[in-house]
């Protein structure tokens, strides 16, 4: 039987595949790079040099490959790197072959327009989320589409959604290196306070931001399990507070619940 993926879409352990007959270091140091960015989602040379064993001029050439294909992206003032569009990209052809946008936006429009929020389907990116497609509320005061953008996932509620898929020991070792860090006075700025709101999110089956992201902007997310074992999606609503009443959470529970199962119903009935 085949060991099944630990974390979001992520292949089995290194240890538990065969050893390649004929390896050869520099694709085996370039792949370990791009999959250290899966975790971390941001390295410094030190880092590189580090986890692969080689010289830092050596971690210098690999990083300045990779920059120059776009698939990492170096900071002016951290010099630390993160990941870039190209290989953002190579995630969603993956995502463009189970043509899940193609099947989730008739969800995502009934969504948006029964709650008269925006609707958002989100992609998990390590310590973020990516949104990949939305569509708007029709409401005068609305949330802007984020299709595109990036957040850390501990700060939106369909982010947290999908934080929550992860084990305690799954989500320690993903902050091992830094804690959650906070965009607004309402934000989790510790790795104790994120698994204390996972277990309420697992718990619950939705995850809620309360002006985390933002002041005065509110979102609920859930996590949809897709055909791939270990591989998830998320379906997000938000709204200004302003536009929320006493009953909001509860209702727009029960209708994003009802869309992801909707969603995991089309995908698994849509295998290519």
Known sequence: METPPDRLGEMPPLGD????????????????????????????????????????????????????????????????????????????SAVRALDIRVLARPILTELAASTEMTAHLALPRGRDVLYVDGVESRRTIRAALRTGDTLPAHVTGVGKALLATLSDDQLRQLYRDAPPQALTEKSIASVEALLEQMHIARGAGYAVNRGESEPGVLSLGVAVSLPEPGM???????????????????????????AAADLAKEMNAYRP
């Open 232 to 258: 998830f999606a998320g379906l997000g609503l938000v709204c200004p507070e302003a536009a929320a009443d006493a009953e909001w959470e509860s209702r727009i529970a029960a209708q994003l619940k009802a």
């Open 17 to 92: 595949r065969a050893t390649p007959a004929y390896p050869i270091a520099s694709v085996d140091n370039t792949l370990r790079i791009l999959l250290l960015l899966s975790e971390r989602n941001r390295l410094n040379l030190a880092d590189v040099a580090a986890e692969l064993g080689i010289a830092r001029s050596s971690a210098h050439r690999l990083m300045a490959m990779l920059t120059y294909y776009d698939f990492v992206r170096q900071d002016s003032a951290s010099r630390a790197f993160r990941p870039g569009p190209a290989l953002v990209d190579v995630g969603l």
